[in-house]
Structures are given as C-alpha cells and as structure tokens.
C-alpha cells in the first residue's frame, strides 16, 4: 500500500480530500488597516465585564490573550476611564490632581497586529454619566511578534482639550500550519524566517521508519526531526517531506500449485503444503484440498515472513493409508522476493508474498516578504526656517499606508506622504505593507531660528524711524515699503514720509536670514522738509548748518533760543550725540566723531522737531 500527500492521495484508498490548512499569510484577510490607527470596524458585541472591587474613580484596562497566526481571535476587553486628574497624577505626576476630566473620546487604536480589527461599545464618554466600556479585538492575526496596541484619547476640562495615549502589549504567536506529515513553528515572516519542523508520524523509536526533507534553501537532511532552518531572503520557499513507514514487515499471502504429477491410489490427490523456517522449524500447514488435481491455491493467508530462505513442501495427504504423506516436490524461497513462480521438476507453485509500505509526500509553503524600503523624509521649503512659518514634510517614494510620529506621539488621522508641521520637534514615518512588513525612517528633527526682536517705529515731523534700536541683529538689512509697494531709493534706517500713508520696515537678521516688520500709518506735513546735506550753508525754516560736510567744528545758525537742541544719529537710526544751542552762534566741536553719513534733528524744548537734515562728518 502507497499512501501519498498534498497533493495528497492514497493509492489503496482512493481519492481523499485536503484538510483545511491554515495560511500564515493569505492576502485575501490582509485588510489595509494593519499598524495605523483606524477607526474601529467588524467587531461588534463585546460583553463589559469589570473586577467589583474597583474605585469609581480610576484607570483600568484589562489584559488582552494571546493570540496566535492564522488563528482567528476574538476577546474583549474593559475598561474604566477616570472621572478626575487624580489617578492620572498618580501615574504622571506632572498632571494636577483633582480636575474634573468633563468628557474623553476614544480616537483610535494603533499598532493592532495585522489582520486584527477593533469595535467598542462607545466611543465618547460623558464622565459625570459614565466612564466604564469595552472594546473587542477580532480578526485572523498575521505576522507573529509582541505588538505595543496605543489607545488614542481626547480628554476636555473645561475648555481645554488635551490628547494622550495609553498602551498594553499584545503578544501573537508564531502559526502552527497543520499537516498530516509535519508542522511548521513561523512559517512566515518578513525579511528572515527561522522555521521549525515538527514531525507528526514520529517513529517513537521503533524500527521501519525513514524520512527525506528538502527544504528550498538549499538544505536537506534525512533526520526524524530536522534542525530549525533559516530561510535568509525574501521569496516562497517549497519543503518537501517524505516519511516511508516500513513497519508491516513481509506477509505471505497465497499459494497456488500450477501443475503438480502428484496422484492418489484410486483418486486425485489431496494436496496440503508446509512451510518450514530456514532453520527446519515447522511454521505453518494448510488445510488438505481433498481429492483435486492441479491447480489448487490457498487464499487469504496472513503468514508473517522473517528474513532468510524457506522452504515450502507441497504433500499429498493420505491419511496414513500407507503409512507416510506422499511429496509431490518442495521450493525453496526469500521473502524479498516478493513472490513469484518456482519450479521443482514436475511441480510449478506461484507465491503471493506482500510488503505493505505507507509513504507520506507533503509539500507546504514558507513565505519571507521582503522589508519595504526605508521611506525618505524631506522638508519642501529652502531654509531659512523661521519662528511663525509652516513646513511640509514629504515622503516621496510611498502614497499611503503610512503612520506619521512626532515625539514618539502618533499623529492621529495623519496617514498620508505629506505632513505641514509648525511646530519644532523630532519627526518620523514608518510605512507598512501590506504583508504586514514595516520600515521606518531616520528621525528628522525640526528646528525654527527665532525672529529678529520686535520693534516699533515712531514718527518726528514726517521723520520715521524706530523707536528703541537696542535690539537689532548685528548683521541686518532692511527695506521700507509704503502702502505694500517697495520703496527702491530708502538706503537708510530712517525715513523722511512723503505722503499719508502706511509705512513698512522689514528687518532681515543677515546671520539667519529670518525677518520682521513693523508697520505705521504715518500723516504728513507739507510745511516740514527732509534737509539733504550740501556744501554750502543750509537756510531751511531759518536754520543753519555749516560747513557740510564737516570735519572738526560745525556751525549753527538760527532764532535765539535757550531750548533748542541738536541732535545726531547714525545710519541704523541710533542717537550718537545730542547739544544744547545756547545762542545763535554755537561752534560745535566734532573732531572726534567717527567719519560716516549722519541724519540730524533740531528739536524744541517739547520735542518737536523743528528742521531735519543729513550730515557728513569727514
């Protein structure tokens, strides 16, 4: 008898149907919701079953079991949520204790084992009403491994919305694939595989046993119980198993005397034979066919065979008639030869001898996905990332299937290839197949250079410049703009207003290149002029300056006035030097004044700017 499988059929049986196997990995179940948070879906009805001796107020989560690949799972689990912040310090003590928590809604579960799918009994808890509920976990797992399962909140007190996560670990062990030759222990995985083998028809250590493995990685071996095998790159590898049970031994079945001249006194013989071991030892004697001639057989005998020859005595019985059986020839034979016709002159016998082996074949199927690609993370925009400006990160080589992280905090509802971010964090992606295969990112690190220093600008007469200038970045430029548009000839951190308007000062910082402006909406008084600067005397609204340029004493001339003051500023709008006029003839001595392009203010005793000009000290 040949008993074959998988592909499995049994040559003495006929036809026989598979056992249902079970598939670590089958892409029919894949649902593209493995590893992201997802809305919950398919697992309705779980039963809410909590410990009596809980407090009202507390956190509670219950443990979900193991699950294993291939195997469909199915448990609940409770929970109670806190009514106040006071089991939460306990467990984080930088949360305050003792707020009431006024609602908290469940946003998802992420990092659900392939395969596996979640539905709760409620979603939004109202504390003051209710805070104890349920979740079940379903689904047909498909890739082994301890899962860290995050449970996203959202908790409101008062007006304030905060969101958190939680975690409990769910541990889905490796699929036991059933067959009736062997067993496989991790028979898919991603990237490497170690598979186990375990044999089902064990020799228990008996005699007649053989087996044959081929594995598809290049090894074989004849062991009854081979050695784990690594199945190092990604493809579907075949292992053949072929287990010979030898263990019925030799059995003689039937003898039949073709031609015999065997004949009795007065009638046909009556023919019986004997079987003797190798040794001579008597065994066996058939029952006398009486008064019949050749052929005659013997059916249906179960005669076990040991090795060595035999000898088989065909006897015409005579019932002691004449004293003795009459022998009508002998052969002699080996079990391995399975029978066949022997002869001893007149004598033709034909042996059915049978050697009943069982072989089992069975071919199963290992599966290694290949690890995806690690997804590449770049941010759009050029630098400078400036305080106050959004960047978008992109992940170019994948479109979904993806899980945005910043900090270790899922980004709940964020599974697409761009992420606009404004906020200065670590960032990463992971991307996961649909084998269930992950591949994360390197961490992107998001940093915003802070914006120059606020400023403000102030208006003298129709002068407009800024107010403190204590502050400006080292290294600067800048540019005026009125009503929006540019201003192209304004070179200088003061500004003499033209016309009514808005006025715009853009400070760009030039070792950073991050900006800010200040804007003012300025009037304008014809009767007041911007001076600009001249070799010769100044006769603006009856003062004067001179010379101009200067290089050591300058001159000033105009109404006598005890209050008047002169007042100097550099290019960046800073005070540099202030005088009091004390008449109408002062010489001011400004030898010592650092060369350069100053702008210059003569004010009254309440700061109004009375005549407004620039200065060029030599």
């Known amino acids: 008898m040949t008993l074959y499988r998988r592909h499995v059929y049994f040559s003495a049986f006929g036809p026989q149907k598979l056992r249902t196997m079970l598939r670590v990995i089958t892409l029919i179940f894949y649902l593209s919701l493995t590893g992201a948070l997802w809305a919950q879906t398919g697992c309705p009805g779980c039963q809410l079953a909590l410990p009596d001796s809980l407090p009202a107020d507390t956190i509670y989560l219950g443990t979900a079991p193991d699950a294993r690949v291939g195997a469909y799972y199915e448990e609940d689990l409770s929970f109670r949520l806190p009514m106040t912040t006071t089991p939460v310090n306990a467990q984080d003590p930088s949360t305050p204790a003792g707020l009431p928590i006024d609602e908290i809604e469940i946003l998802g579960l992420s990092g659900l084992p392939p395969g596996?799918?979640?539905?709760?009994?409620?979603l939004r808890f109202m504390t003051q009403d209710e805070t104890d509920g349920c979740v079940r976990?379903?689904?047909?797992?498909?890739?082994?491994?301890?899962?860290?399962v995050q449970v996203v909140l959202s908790a409101r007190i008062a007006i304030f919305t905060q969101q958190t996560a939680f975690s409990f670990p769910l541990l889905v062990e490796p699929a036991l694939t059933r067959t009736d030759g062997f067993t496989i222990v991790n028979s898919s995985g991603c990237g490497s595989v170690t598979a186990e083998f375990i044999n089902n028809i064990p020799s228990n250590g008996n005699?007649?046993?053989?087996?044959?493995?081929?594995?598809?990685?290049?090894?074989?071996?004849?062991?009854?119980?081979?050695?784990?095998?690594?199945?190092?790159?990604?493809g579907t590898y075949s292992?053949?198993?072929?287990?010979?049970?030898d263990t019925v031994g030799y059995i003689l079945t039937g003898v039949d005397v073709l031609s015999s001249s065997c004949t009795d006194l007065l009638s046909a013989p009556d023919m019986k034979f004997v079987l003797l071991r190798p040794s001579g030892e008597h065994i066996f004697t058939a029952p006398i066919i009486r008064n019949t001639d050749a052929p005659v057989a013997w059916s249906n005998l179960l005669v076990e065979l040991d090795t060595g020859a035999y000898r088989l005595e065909i006897v015409d019985d005579d019932g002691g008639l004449d004293g003795a059986d009459d022998l009508c020839g002998a052969i002699n034979?080996?079990?391995?030869?399975?029978?066949g016709i022997y002869t001893d002159g007149d004598l033709e016998v034909e042996l059915q001898i049978i050697h009943p082996v069982d072989t089992v074949r069975y071919t199963e199927l290992i599966e290694v996905f290949a690890f995806p690609a690690v997804p590449q993370v770049t941010i759009e925009e050029e630098m400078p990332y400036c305080e106050g400006?959004?960047?978008?990160?992109?992940?170019?080589?994948?479109?979904?299937?993806?899980?945005?992280?910043?900090?270790?905090?899922?980004l709940v509802g964020v599974n697409g290839n761009s992420l606009e971010v404004q906020e200065a964090a670590t960032y990463w992606v992971t991307y996961i197949s649909e084998e269930g295969c992950s591949a994360t990112s390197e961490p992107l690190t998001v940093t915003f250079t802070p914006l120059p220093a606020a400023f403000s600008l102030q208006q003298n007469g129709n002068l407009l410049r800024i107010e403190d200038d204590t502050n400006l970045p080292q290294e600067l430029a800048w540019t005026w703009f009125y009503e929006g548009q540019v201003i192209a000839e304004a070179t200088e951190l003061v500004l003499c207003a033209e016309a009514a308007g808005e006025y715009s000062l853009e400070i760009t910082d030039l070792s950073t290149g991050c900006s800010?402006?200040?804007?003012?909406?300025?009037?304008?008084?014809?009767?007041?002029?911007?001076?600009?600067?001249?070799?010769?005397?100044?006769?603006?609204?009856?003062?004067?300056?001179?010379?101009?340029?200067?290089?050591?004493?300058?001159?000033?001339?105009?109404?006598?006035?005890?209050?008047?003051r002169l007042r100097l500023f550099d290019s960046l709008?800073?005070?540099?030097?202030?005088?009091?006029?004390?008449?109408?003839?002062?010489?001011?001595?400004?030898?010592?004044?650092t060369t350069g392009a100053y702008v210059y203010q003569i004010v009254d005793a309440q700061g109004v700017v009375l005549q407004f000009g620039k200065l060029i000290k030599q």
Request: aromatic share 12%; with cysteine; glycine share 8%.
């Open 516 to 564: 800010i402006a200040a804007s003012i909406t300025a009037s304008y008084d014809p009767n007041i002029s911007c001076s600009t600067p001249t070799d010769e005397r100044s006769d603006t609204k009856g003062w004067q300056l001179y010379p101009n340029p200067v290089q050591n004493y300058l001159w000033v001339r105009g109404p006598l006035t005890s209050s008047a």
């Open 389 to 410: 400006s959004s960047l978008t990160l992109m992940v170019a080589d994948y479109s979904e299937r993806l899980e945005w992280y910043q900090d270790s905090m899922l």
């Open 116 to 122: 596996l799918q979640w539905e709760a009994n409620a």
């Open 207 to 234: 005699p007649g046993f053989s087996y044959t493995w081929f594995f598809g990685n290049g090894n074989s071996t004849t062991a009854e119980v081979p050695a784990p095998q690594v199945f190092a790159q990604p």
């Open 573 to 593: 709008g800073r005070p540099v030097r202030e005088f009091t006029l004390a008449d109408a003839g002062n010489g001011i001595a400004l030898g010592r004044l």
């Open 333 to 339: 034979f080996t079990r391995d030869e399975l029978g």
């Open 137 to 148: 976990l379903c689904g047909t797992p498909l890739v082994a491994g301890l899962y860290e």
């Open 239 to 245: 292992v053949a198993y072929q287990a010979i049970i």
